[in-house]
């Protein structure tokens, strides 16, 4: 296994466990170490698969998320939205990803030379 894909593997287990512990926070406490689990479990899972647009996505929306909540509701908010704001940021990183590759897959079909315009003599 290339330093590459270790890497993800472990970026995959943080990323997920984080929002595993803040999803199980808002389950209440006794929910943590199943949450963090299983969290953890998905991430090395994705990372596995080489999923670093999908991290930064979910990552992203941790932090907007949790600023959001604490902006409209204090302190205690907090959690709440960054957990929603992670599993937002993950449905919105997996929408944006498949575009991205749609758009790709379009680009690559398109031909790469111009088409010469036939004349017809009458």
Do not use: Y
């Given at each position: 296994?290339?330093?590459?894909?270790?890497?993800?593997?472990?970026?995959?287990?943080?990323?997920?466990?984080?929002?595993?512990?803040?999803?199980?926070?808002?389950?209440?406490?006794?929910f943590?170490?199943?949450?963090?689990?299983i969290?953890?479990?998905?991430?090395?899972?994705?990372?596995?698969?080489?999923?670093?647009?999908?991290?930064?996505?979910?990552?992203?929306?941790?932090?907007?998320?949790?600023?959001?909540?604490?902006?409209?509701?204090?302190?205690?908010?907090?959690?709440?939205?960054?957990?929603?704001?992670?599993?937002?940021?993950?449905?919105?990183?997996?929408?944006?990803?498949?575009?991205?590759?749609?758009?790709?897959?379009?680009?690559?079909?398109?031909?790469?030379?111009?088409?010469?315009?036939?004349?017809?003599?009458?």
């Amino acid at each position: 296994m290339s330093a590459s894909k270790i890497f993800d593997v472990i970026l995959g287990a943080v990323v997920l466990g984080t929002v595993g512990v803040l999803t199980g926070l808002s389950m209440g406490g006794g929910f943590i170490p199943a949450a963090l689990l299983i969290g953890m479990i998905l991430g090395a899972g994705v990372g596995f698969f080489g999923g670093r647009r999908f991290f930064l996505s979910i990552f992203v929306g941790t932090i907007l998320g949790g600023l959001l909540a604490w902006n409209l509701g204090g302190v205690d908010a907090v959690s709440v939205g960054a957990s929603s704001g992670a599993a937002m940021g993950g449905f919105l990183g997996i929408w944006i990803s498949m575009l991205l590759d749609l758009l790709q897959q379009r680009k690559e079909s398109l031909p790469t030379t111009p088409v010469e315009s036939s004349t017809n003599p009458q």
